[in-house]
């Protein structure tokens, strides 16, 4: 299974509004998806800081800040193709 991992922080508002938009979609394009705060990670925050959320596909970096579903829905369908 693919697993979307979201990069975030406590208290974010962009990384809650990203992850609402993954589990919008997450039952129509089977994925799981993995939530890690980056803090109290030195180095999380450290190669992070204040970009978060980022997001990886199965490891891969495909954004931060903000979900576009439909940049979202490219990059797993192509990230599928591929594997």
């Known amino acids: 299974m693919t ?5 975030s922080r ?5 990384c809650d509004v990203a992850i609402e938009s993954l589990e ?4 129509e394009l089977d994925f799981a998806i993995e939530k890690i705060y980056i803090d109290g990670d030195s180095e999380l925050t450290n190669k992070y800081g204040e970009q978060v959320p980022v997001i990886h596909i199965d490891g891969l970096h495909h954004d931060i800040f903000r979900v576009d579903l439909e940049r979202f829905r490219s990059s797993l369908e192509k990230h599928r193709r591929h594997q």
């Open 3 to 7: 697993v979307v991992t979201v990069y």
């Open 10 to 14: 406590k208290n974010c508002h962009l």
């Open 24 to 27: 919008s979609v997450n039952a």
